[in-house]
Structure formats: structure tokens, C-alpha cells
Nanobody, 124 residues
Framework: QLHLVESGGGSVQAGGSLRISCTAS????????MAWFRQTLGNKREGVAGISSSGPTYADSVKGRFTVSKDRANTLYLEMNRMTPGDTAMYYC????????????????????WGQGTQVTVSS
């Protein structure tokens, strides 16, 4: 298991931008798969973006607006642009230290390690 800590959440106006981060610590190699999920009250956790040795992947709802990246210190980022109130959610970081690729990356059950989440609120 990895210890994941998200940061950078907050409030932003519609059309604005925000970057959130997730720092991974624990016994892990340099390169492993990570992903961002989000969840609103009463709804299922949904995959937003994933990154692995195959590159980044995105949910259709964020393609062209969000960019996921990861640095050599195993910090995961999500750059969010042209945000809408529909992006309001608790954002969670997920990781699997034993896999470089997670084919079903959008499925929460595929990920063994989770952060506590960071709240993102977009006002109209």
C-alpha cells in the first residue's frame, strides 16, 4: 500500500483553472499507475484521468480541458481548465504500486491505494 495525500483543492469561478496534486510515499518503484477520481454526494466515484506507462487517459467529460501528469518524485497532478459547476466534487487520488498499466483504470475497484480527497468547488 502507498500513502497518498492530495492538495490544492479550493473554490474557483466557472471558466477558471485549478491544479491539484497528489504525493505518493511508501515502498514503491519510480514508475507505477495512478489516477484521479471524483465523487459527489450520493453518487458513485467516477474516473477522471489516469496515467501509466501507456500514457494518459481521460474521461470524455474532461477531455480537452483537464491534463494529468506525474513527475519523477511520484507526485500526480491534475491541471483543470475551463471549469464548470459540473466539475464540483471531492477529488481522490488512486495508485497501484505493482502495476505500470491498469486497463480498467476508470473502475475504482482496480485501485488498492487511495488518498483522503480534496474538495473542488466551481461556482457559476
Amino acid at each position: 500500500q502507498l500513502h497518498l495525500v492530495e492538495s490544492g483543492g479550493g473554490s474557483v469561478q466557472a471558466g477558471g483553472s485549478l491544479r491539484i496534486s497528489c504525493t505518493a510515499s511508501g515502498h514503491c518503484s519510480f514508475d507505477f499507475a495512478m489516477a484521479w477520481f471524483r465523487q459527489t454526494l450520493g453518487n458513485k466515484r467516477e474516473g477522471v484521468a489516469g496515467i501509466s506507462s501507456s500514457g494518459p487517459t481521460y474521461a470524455d467529460s474532461v477531455k480537452g480541458r483537464f491534463t494529468v501528469s506525474k513527475d519523477r518524485a511520484n507526485t500526480l497532478y491534475l491541471e483543470m481548465n475551463r471549469m464548470t459547476p459540473g466539475d464540483t466534487a471531492m477529488y481522490y487520488c488512486a495508485a497501484d504500486k505493482d502495476r505500470w498499466v491498469v486497463p480498467l483504470w476508470f473502475s475504482p475497484g482496480e485501485w488498492p491505494s487511495w488518498g483522503q480527497g480534496t474538495q473542488v468547488t466551481v461556482s457559476s
